[in-house]
């Protein structure tokens, strides 16, 4: 059983920048691809970054790529994603997950293949 607990959410100007982190449990986090998804009010959730177990790569959705950096740090079982230049449209729940199949491939970005889930953060950017 794998836990997830993000931390880092709050509430930030436009144009301000914030950095989540996911502590995961477990021994073998460093064997887990991970990714960042969102959901704002009203709409489905929406992949975000996601890094392979390596960390070597990583994949962003279009509306964050070059804002925002997924890292992991596999000594610290954590998984970070740092968020710049935030606008209102970032304002969503953000949840981090973990993929615990054997997959040496690129990040990938279909939510169902996420087999760990964390209970999300909330990040509100203001006007």
């Known amino acids: 059983q794998v836990q997830l607990v993000e931390s880092g959410g709050g509430l930030v100007q436009a144009g301000g920048s914030l950095s989540l982190s996911c502590a995961a449990s477990?021994?073998?986090?460093?064997?887990?691809?991970m990714a960042w998804f969102r959901q704002a009010p009203g709409k489905e959730r929406e992949f975000v970054a996601a890094v392979t177990w390596s960390g070597r790569y990583t994949d962003y959705a279009e509306s964050v790529k070059g804002r925002f950096t997924i890292s992991r740090d596999n000594a610290k079982n954590t998984v970070y994603l740092q968020m710049n230049s935030l606008n209102i449209e970032d304002t969503a729940v953000y949840y981090c997950?973990?993929?615990?199949?054997?997959?040496?491939?690129?990040?990938?970005?279909?939510?169902?293949?996420?087999?760990?889930w964390g209970q999300g953060t909330q990040v509100t950017v203001s006007s």
């Open positions: 477990g021994r073998t986090f460093s064997s887990y691809a």
């Open positions: 997950a973990a993929d615990s199949t054997p997959y040496l491939g690129s990040p990938r970005r279909e939510s169902y293949l996420y087999n760990y």
